[in-house]
């Protein structure tokens, strides 16, 4: 039997960089919100043992973050079962928008329920985390104010809104970022209650925008709109809307710009985690 799953992305409304750690590693603060908008993941379970990851990325399947999520939780459990795992690719990479780490979180989500493993949420996160600093947020599948190198995550409520996210036609290498002179990597540590009370800022803007003027001009021209930002290390930019006739307004006119470019709602949870609820 063949499972469909929505794998979201994310948006992270504020990211500050408080300084570097012992492990080489920076700690961040950030405001991660997940959307109702990402891949289409398609699960089948094997009695052969074999994990197969039959769509093609134009890389050694074994170096992917799928095979490799699904292969981690196999070797921590002793899991005989396989899996065949395909994906309808839609989100960009180096958009800043979480996709491969998502598409990780949602193997070891979807796995550890098929293959009824049983393993509990804070034992997924600390699995993601050593997957990718992005993936602990999509095994929780809500808002969150995340700390640590974005593994350290707490629910929060902040309000449901709609997103008009918009991509230019650059690709950010994140590595690259962290050695520019540009980045701000000493920002103070706040409460989440003090970085609500003042400007949201992505620390990597910077450096992005004097890299690449794709972006730059792009937020420009969302700023039309209301307050645009980047998301995460770039270069997604979004803009957000109180209500979804004004955002899918606005994405009618940057569609007629040629950008990728999509409107999606912050969710409360996941579709991921409310299927795996019902699933018997």
């Known amino acids: 039997m063949k499972y469909n799953f929505l794998s979201p992305c994310k948006l992270n409304l504020f990211l500050y960089i408080t300084g570097k750690r012992e492990d080489s590693y920076h700690n961040l603060q950030t405001l991660f919100v997940v959307l109702d908008y990402g891949d289409m993941m398609h699960f089948e379970t094997t009695d052969e043992g074999k994990i ?66 049983n393993l509990s949420e804070e034992e997924l996160i600390e699995m993601g985390a ?7 947020i999509f095994i929780k599948g809500t808002t969150c104010f995340a700390e640590g190198i974005g593994e350290k995550l707490v629910e929060v409520d902040y309000p449901q809104k709609y997103y008009l996210v918009v991509t230019p036609d650059c690709s950010v290498p994140t590595a690259k970022l962290f050695s520019s002179d540009k980045l701000k990597k000493d920002s103070p540590s706040r409460t989440y209650e003090e970085l609500l009370e003042v400007p949201f800022e992505n620390c990597f803007t910077p450096v992005v925008i004097s890299e ?13 709109y209301g307050k645009s930002y980047m998301s995460g290390s770039g270069s997604s930019c979004f803009v957000e809307f109180d ?38």
């Open 243 to 280: 209500d979804e006739l004004s955002a899918q307004k606005a994405l009618s006119q940057f569609k007629q710009s040629g950008y990728k470019c999509f409107v999606a709602r912050s969710v409360k949870q996941s579709s991921v985690l409310q299927e795996l609820k019902e699933l018997r």
């Open 212 to 224: 690449y003027p794709q972006v730059e001009e792009l937020l420009k021209e969302l700023s039309v």
């Open 130 to 136: 050593g997957l990718g600093a992005d993936v602990p």
């Open 52 to 117: 197969e990851l039959t769509t093609d990325f134009g890389f050694d399947e074994k170096k992917n973050l799928i095979y490799r999520a699904a292969k981690l939780l196999q070797d921590k459990t002793g899991c005989s079962l396989g899996a065949t795992i395909s994906i309808d690719k839609i989100l960009p990479q180096g958009g800043g928008l979480g996709g491969g780490s998502a598409n990780a979180a949602t193997t070891l989500l979807v796995l550890n329920k098929l293959w009824k493993l």
